[in-house]
């Protein structure tokens, strides 16, 4: 497979009046084409950041990137000039955000909204035409009624029917690759189900690579083909799906699972990782997770461990992987 | 939450405060130029050297010079001593106008916030009609009626600002009011008043002192408008609006600038000084804002 | 939202009666007899002494204050405003004629200040703490600080008397009208008053776009691939637009009184210039026109800002 998204020593750095904080701090991730990649950690670990840093979607100059690789398709983004980087934004590169509540803009219609990025990356403006995609994909995201509800404003859709419309508007220019930043969280349990259906239906449809940002492993476990573990800014682990869920290789990943209810176990106990994530103006010297890890030791204390190749296209950055296979 | 504990913990955000203040440059270069200008019309008398209202015909219109440093107006009065004359009453004027703006708003503000209900609902209606109407016309029908007095303008200019005031503490009322330390001393019996002066006041007085601020500089401004309409300070008193209304010939405004320079630069300044106070002060109570 | 507006309506109408009592308490306090304000100058003059009994009983002026009172709201609300001490015309009428000019100052100078606002409270808002911003803050603040007539002063002493490219006053030049000369009568005081009112607006631009900036939307309009010049005004601006249009409204009460001063300076025949003139010369009649006229134009552009409100915002259009 070849790969679409490379990110190699991604770091970015928020800058307040008083404090730096690292959000992201040196973090890898490969995208293959066609795949799908959950990137997975507790709210403040950097995915997010992460997700965003790829469209330069992170506010500048508070937000400092700096990166040794950022490329797509094999071309270089950083060096791209704004025009060339909106050519990327919302045409081969789709993003879906989290809360469908306010990523909508609440006075323009739903229709506007969808047509507007159709329009956006067509030489020709074609309104009527881009109107009617507009409908078209609102069809196709499973939007009933679709004409008129295209007339409708955000606030007359229910959360699930925003997110579906956020979708259409992602896949609105048959994107190479769709970024769902926490596609579900924001919505009720029942709705989050259909709206992972028609992620994956609608990710089979463009056959775009998909980076799904998730702090539910049970999203994970449904939709991705490979996972990649933040914690404290960085990558802990990554696997195949199965491998992980499996036989993770990193405690903070062990701990995740533990927490997740499960039906094929004897245990009805659920352990949560104790502790709280680290303060990002300043963390913890060495592996970051040391404070909340029960196989610290001194070295854990100092050393910051790197994330290291243990074939089978796993990673690893844990000082003791090995008590873990 | 955040204002809550900004204002309830209060060695600390004050101290804030004041270094956000000093890092205002603005805001002190108008501290500074409010400070000489309150000392000019403190020491008036020493510092003119003329009587205000000293009519010397022989010296009528002269352009400055050393001995009548603005030069003097049609009557021959000294035009800097009456501009610094005047600075007492436009000040004054502005101070009791905006004192009396902040009176009424925290009275009826916190009435409103304490007592809440239909209480709320009907003072909070009142201060959306003074809001509504602008002050200087209903003072022009006001004055036109009654006969322009400084009293009259006074209580016309506080009556109409009163409402700023009055919904900032009504706020800080509100929050208050839900507050669990404040229902624990109303259960061992603290009165509205008792409760007004401990919590209320303390809590409102960041942003009051903000808004009197501003008020300051509209009620002078006001003041100096309604004396230029011939509706204010009423001659021979100097104010430095009805200095600026022997100007309104096109022939004093060319041939004799210093009449109608000096007093208008004077009123720009000053509000314009009070206004980047209350700005500075605006910035340094709530950094959000900025 | 109908009955909200319905309510809106009820309370203006409610507000506007208490305010007619509070004029009428102005008109018991002027000075003299108040038939000389009901009746035309010359009637009374040449009226016998049955004459004026007649009439002071047919307007209730024997009776007690709130008949009085009641009399002279129904001629109000009839468009009966009595008339001039000074010349004997009809209030209405001598209102009347005074109304377009204001009309005509104020919407230009409302335009200015918008020309004014909006491009400079963006600006501000996308680089704050830039050069921009500050320099926006202090034309906001000295738009505000720096009174009218001071301002005016200044414009006639370089643009009429030095320069000599523009009239000082009046509306029109009477011995040669054309638009050019309309126009450049109203050059000098439509500028200073829109650029007085100006103030206010691009501080509610300023922070409100600073806070639409930052809204999840204006990232998902850049996550598409919209220029920033689209991102800024037809998603950002756009959710700013509908409460300005509320804050215009609100803000007209302030613009007439800046009017009041701008006619008086450029003798600009409006009814700012005759209220004063009015005051001056104590025509109590005309000024109790006024007052009546002022408040309801005050309680329209509060209704006219509810209902803006109402009808323009989608999330509260279709409610």
Redesign the interface.
């Known amino acids: 497979m070849t790969v679409l998204l490379r990110i190699e020593n991604l770091s970015v750095d928020f800058h307040t009046d008083d404090a730096v904080v690292h959000a992201v701090d040196g973090v890898d991730l490969e995208v293959h084409e066609g795949e799908i990649v959950a990137v997975v950690g507790e709210s403040g670990s950097g995915k997010t950041v992460t997700a965003m840093s790829v ?1 330069r ?1 992170l506010r500048e100059p508070a937000a400092r990137v700096s990166a040794g690789t950022l490329a797509f398709r094999g071309q270089d983004l950083r060096g791209l000039s ?2 060339q980087l ?6 081969p590169v789709g ?1 879906i ?1 989290q ?1 469908p509540m ?8 739903i229709g506007d909204q969808i047509a ?2 159709v329009l ?2 067509q030489d020709r403006r074609d309104r009527k035409a881009a109107r009617a995609r507009a409908v078209e994909l609102l069809a196709l995201v499973g939007v009933p009624d679709a004409a008129h509800r295209a007339r409708q ?1 955000p ?2 859709f229910s959360g699930g029917m925003r997110q579906r419309a ?1 979708i259409a ?1 992602a896949i609105a220019n048959d994107p190479d690759l769709i970024i769902a930043d926490e596609p579900t969280t924001a919505l009720d349990v029942t709705i989050q189900a259909q709206v992972l259906q028609l992620l994956r239906k609608a990710q089979r449809e463009t056959g775009a690579a998909t980076i799904l940002i998730t702090h539910d492993l049970g999203v994970v476990a449904e939709l991705a083909d490979r996972v990649v573990v933040m914690y404290a800014g960085r990558v802990v682990e990554t696997a195949e799906v199965h491998a992980l869920f499996g036989k993770p290789r990193h405690p903070y990943t062990l701990g995740l699972l533990a927490s997740l209810p499960r039906m094929d176990t004897e245990t009805d106990r659920l352990d949560p990782i104790p502790g709280n994530p680290p303060n990002m103006a300043s963390p913890p010297p060495g592996c970051p997770f040391h404070p909340r890890c029960p196989l610290a030791r001194d070295i854990c204390r100092t050393e910051r461990p790197a994330l290291l190749d243990l074939g089978d296209g796993r990673r690893s950055a844990c000082h003791f992987h090995e008590e873990l296979a | 939450m955040t204002i809550q504990v900004e204002v309830l913990d209060e060695a600390v955000p004050r101290r804030g405060a004041l270094r956000r203040f000093r890092r205002h440059p ?1 805001a002190l270069a108008g501290l500074v130029f409010l400070f000489l200008v309150v000392l000019a019309a403190i020491f008036a008398r020493p510092l003119s050297g003329h009587d205000p209202n000293q009519i010397d015909l022989l010296a009528a219109r002269a352009a400055p010079s050393g001995e009548h440093w603005l030069g003097t107006d049609s009557t021959g009065r000294d035009v800097f001593s009456r501009l610094v004359f005047a600075g007492r009453v436009s000040l004054g004027v502005g101070i009791a106008s905006a004192a009396l703006a902040v009176v009424l708003g925290t009275v009826l503000g916190g009435i409103a916030g304490l007592l809440g209900g239909w209480v709320d609902g009907l003072v909070m ?1 009142i201060a959306d ?1 003074f809001m ?7 003072i ?7 006969g322009p007095s400084v009293v009259t303008m006074v209580i016309a200019i506080g009556l109409f600002q009163w409402p700023v005031c009055g919904r900032i503490v009504r706020g800080v009322t509100l929050s208050l009011r839900e507050q669990e330390y404040v229902l624990a001393s109303r259960a061992t019996g603290a009165g509205p008043m008792w409760l007004l002066r401990r919590h209320i006041i303390p809590a409102a007085l960041p942003p009051v002192s903000v808004a009197a601020t501003l008020a300051v ?1 509209q009620a002078i ?1 006001l003041e ?2 309604l004396s ?4 204010g300070v009423q001659p021979p008193s100097a104010s430095w ?1 009805n200095m ?1 209304t022997d ?2 010939s ?1 022939t004093v ?2 041939t004799e ?1 210093w009449l ?1 320079l000096s007093p ?1 630069v004077a ?2 300044l000053t ?2 000084a009070v ?2 106070i209350g ?1 500075g002060l605006r910035d340094a109570v709530d950094p959000r ?1 900025s | 939202m109908g009955a909200y507006l319905v309510r809106r309506l009820l ?1 203006n109408v409610l ?1 506007f009666f208490l305010i007619t009592v509070a004029i009428f308490g ?1 008109v018991h ?2 000075p003299g007899d108040p038939i000389a304000m009901q009746v035309p100058a010359d009637q009374l003059n040449s009226g016998s002494a049955d004459f004026i009994a007649q009439k002071r009983h047919e307007l209730g002026l024997d009776q007690s204050v709130v008949v009085q009172y009641w009399h002279w709201l129904l001629g109000a609300l009839h468009g009966d405003l009595g008339y001039s001490l000074l010349n004997g015309r009809a209030v209405t009428e001598v209102l009347g004629e005074r109304i377009g000019p204001t009309i005509e100052l104020m919407g230009v100078a409302l335009v200015i200040s918008l020309l004014v606002a909006i491009p400079l409270g963006i600006a501000a808002a996308r680089r704050r703490n830039s050069v921009v911003d500050y320099s926006a ?2 034309v906001s ?2 738009s ?7 301002v005016a ?2 414009a ?2 370089f643009f ?2 030095k320069l000599q490219w523009l009239p ?1 006053s009046g509306i029109s030049d009477p011995t040669a009208p054309s638009l050019l000369d309309t126009i450049r009568h109203l050059v000098l005081p439509a500028l200073i008053l829109g650029f007085g009112n100006s103030g206010p607006f691009m501080r509610y631009v300023r ?1 409100s776009m600073i806070t639409e900036l930052q ?3 204006v ?10 010049r689209r991102v800024v005004l ?2 950002a601006f ?2 700013s637009l ?1 409460p300005l249009l509320t804050v215009v409204a ?1 803000n007209v ?2 613009l ?2 800046g009017a ?2 701008i006619e ?2 450029f003798a600009w025949p409006g009814m700012g210039q005759l ?2 003139s ?3 010369q ?1 025509d ?1 009649s005309v ?2 026109g ?2 009546l006229l ?2 309801i134009l ?2 329209l ?2 209704l006219l800002a509810d209902v803006l409100y109402t009808l323009v ?3 509260v259009r ?1 409610r």
Do not use: C
């Not at chain 1, 306010?102 to 219609?109: E, G, I, Q, R």
């Open positions: 469209l979607l704004p025009r909106r050519a990327i934004r919302g045409g993003m955000f809360d306010t990523a909508l803009n609440p006075v323009l219609s507007e990025t956006l990356h404003y606030h007359e956020m508007m | 603005v209606r009609v509504s109407f602008p002050s200087l016309v209903v022009v029908v006001v004055a036109g009626i009654l500089a401004a100096a408008t230029f309409l011939g509706l609006g600026l100007a309104q096109l405004i060319r600038p109608w208008g009123v720009a509000v314009l206004n980047f700005d804002q | 309370v507000v102005l306090k002027t803050t202090v603040l000295g505000v600080s720096i009174p009218v007539f001071f002063l200044i006639i002493y009429t008397l000082s922070s809204a999840d939307y990232r998902t309009a850049e996550a598409k691939g919209a220029p920033p037809r998603h756009r959710n509908i609100s009460p302030q007439l009184a009041v001063v008086q300076v209220a004063v009015s005051v001056n104590h109590y000024i109790i006024f007052a002022i408040a005050v309680l552009s509060n915002d989608p999330r279709l």
